[in-house]
């Protein structure tokens, strides 16, 4: 059974970075983009970044120039470099990986940005 497994989330004060990861195993089919949503308590589930599988990136305007996607094919990982957090970045982070059939989700981590 496929499993997304997350880490690095945590507690950070305002200005701080921290680097998510997201491992995917027994996954037997091709990656297409890999992705990172977060939900906010009281707020819709929105998607930060994507990686395409060609390496093409995307972000949320609000994130952009602050953070980093990027992916390693070979260990069926995407990460997510957070840098000068705001406390507006507290949220629950998913990663979402798409194959040619199905997606996936991570289980979440928390991020909690203090000011």
């Known amino acids: 059974q496929v499993q997304l497994v997350e880490s690095g989330g945590g507690l950070v004060q305002a200005g701080g970075s921290l680097r998510l990861s997201c491992a995917a195993s027994?996954?037997?089919?091709?990656?297409?983009?890999m992705r990172w949503y977060r939900q906010a308590p009281g707020k819709q589930r929105e998607l930060v970044a994507a990686?395409?599988?060609?390496?093409?990136?995307n972000y949320v305007d609000s994130v952009k120039g602050r953070f980093t996607i990027s992916r390693d094919n070979a260990k069926n990982t995407v990460y997510l470099q957070m840098g000068s957090l705001k406390p507006e970045d507290t949220a629950v982070y998913y990663c979402?990986?798409?194959?040619?059939?199905?997606?996936?989700w991570g289980q979440g981590t928390q991020v909690t940005v203090s000011s």
């Open positions: 990686v395409t599988s060609g390496g093409n990136t």
């Open positions: 979402n990986i798409e194959t040619l059939y199905l997606n996936y």
């Open positions: 027994k996954i037997k089919s091709r990656i297409n983009a």
